[in-house]
């Protein structure tokens, strides 16, 4: 079967689904392609390629002004044309997502947890942190502790600052001292394992015919390379932001995680190009075409120039 009736394929099994979450796909399209190019695009180019995903400019419009109203873009008018950016807190929060979805899985671990103390908030607080903390794979050991063994500081720092609570959530470190039966089976019930990981062998179902079709390097079309592209994020982003990402230590026998991560890779760079080459005839700015994409771009899944 050729690349593109693969493709297509995939595109009609995400259209035939009873909910389509316009703004979450719009969200893996900033994410994934306007952010690394500049971060601003006209409404009508979003609308074009919306279109190909079977969604309609009615959701698109009401889709993007849902994410004005919750903080992720602004709108900037230039005569009778609209044009759409990433907020401050919007590309903030794209950053730490794509530090996760683009980077390699955690390969090493000291036997060290970083543990949260919310005993010292009050519990509207308690809740927005279990919620922002928890994008982060932070799991709850009890009601006011959550924990993670492998946690991006960096991160964490800047969620805190986010939400104003440096002075008044406790940080702590805490250290294994034997990774046994009881660790693995606390850790397996706290992230709830078993979901996560149906979800990655799903994932893994759905998409390896797409890069078998791709075996021997065939011609793919700039359109079906951009349609990948982004179906490929949009689905392995709704997983990968539920995975604390646990160190190999405290995951189950035959974790579908690993081999998500190398479909994703392996396909991402393989269509990178052609979706690039596609958006540069698809999308505007008030300039003209999306700038040329970033360096930081190039360093997604370990180095784009690797494949």
Known sequence: MSIDITCQKLVDEFRSRPTLRTGSLITTIFGDAIAPRGGTVWLGSLIRVMADFGISER???????????DGWLRSQQIGRRSYYSLTAE??????QATHRIYGEPVDHWDGEWCL?????????????????????GFGPLSADVLAHPAPDLAELDVTMHRLGIEDSLVVMRGQTIRCGAAMRELTHDCWKLDEIDARYADFVRRFRPVLKALAGKPQIADKSAFLVRTLLIQEYRKVLLRDPWLPAELLPVGWHGAAAYQLCRNLYRAVHVGADAWLDEQMETADGPLPPVSRAFMRRFGGLDNG
Request: glycine letters at 10%; aromatic letters at 8%; charged letters at 30%.
């Open 59 to 69: 959701l698109v419009r009401t889709s993007v002004f849902r994410l004005v109203k």
């Open 90 to 95: 919007g590309r903030e929060r794209f950053e």
């Open 116 to 136: 949260l103390l919310l005993s010292g908030l009050g519990t509207p607080a308690k809740d927005t942190v279990r919620r922002e903390c928890g994008w982060l």
